[in-house]
């Protein structure tokens, strides 16, 4: 089965420092790797994904996400926080191969609210 | 700008009511979804087509009832709701199933507010 975990509810840090927002999963096979932002009222928007290859991802908005295999993480960071960046985050996974047949949706973590303070 | 157009944006019924919520992509998309997420909660998977052809179903009750008419349009007709139903429903689309090929990243719709009485 797939799973994944974010500890935190919420991520507090000060505009222009560094944020990090923690992730990590649970699979049967290799992972493919998600970061989806919301803000209020609206859908999700895709951020960056993992595949395979390197385990620096780069994605929109200067975001950028580390693969760890050891630790089975898959961490948001960004260099340089801006009070724009304050909403809501979801870190997904979906297992390949698909553990169950037919089963090919994501699965999302419990998501963590980032709020930059100018 | 999102390329998965769902309608009407916000929609009030009550309990007795029959309606229906609609999503439309023209990403050539052959997988849709469509999840559940209530207040500061993460998106809940509801049903999946693929191919226009209902993959998964979880275990949603019969008051939701999906129809994908066709490839580009992705149809949830509601009806005798509880006011538990009340949330935020999502639609999405990805590329093709993994066997295509694809890493599956979702492209979500804006969503439909529903609110029942």
């Known amino acids: 089965a797939q799973s994944v975990a974010q500890p935190e509810d919420q991520v507090n840090v000060a505009e222009g420092n560094p944020l990090t927002v923690k992730c990590t999963y649970s699979?049967?096979?290799?992972?493919?790797l998600f970061w989806y932002v919301q803000y209020p009222n609206r859908g999700l928007q895709f951020l960056l994904k993992?595949?395979?290859?390197?385990?620096l991802v780069k994605g929109s908005y200067g975001f950028e996400a580390e693969f760890n295999k050891s630790q089975t993480s898959f961490h948001l960071k960004k260099p340089s926080a801006l009070v724009s960046d304050s909403a809501l985050y979801f870190c997904?996974?979906?297992?390949?191969?698909?553990?169950?047949?037919?089963?090919?949706?994501?699965?999302f973590g419990s998501g963590t609210r980032l709020q930059v303070q100018p | 700008d999102t390329e998965v157009t769902q309608t009407p944006k916000h929609l009030v019924m009550g309990m007795t009511n029959k309606k229906s919520l609609k999503c439309e992509q023209h990403?050539?998309?052959?997988?849709m979804y469509w999840y559940k997420q209530k207040a500061k909660k993460p998106p809940e998977l509801m049903f999946v087509?693929?191919?226009?052809?209902?993959?998964i179903n979880e275990s949603v009750p019969s008051r939701f009832s999906p129809e994908c008419p066709n490839s580009s349009l992705l149809n949830l007709h509601l009806h005798a709701l509880q006011p538990e139903d009340s949330a935020l429903y999502l639609c999405?689309?990805?590329?093709?199933?993994?066997?295509?090929?694809?890493?599956?990243?979702?492209?979500f719709g804006e969503g439909s507010r529903l609110t029942v009485l």
């Open positions: 999405a689309s990805s590329q093709d199933t993994m066997a295509g090929g694809s890493t599956g990243e979702l492209f």
């Open positions: 699979v049967s096979g290799n992972p493919y």
């Open positions: 993992y595949i395979t290859g390197d385990n």
């Open positions: 997904a996974v979906r297992e390949y191969p698909p553990e169950r047949k037919g089963r090919r949706a994501l699965t």
């Open positions: 990403m050539g998309h052959r997988a």
């Open positions: 087509y693929s191919y226009e052809k209902l993959s």
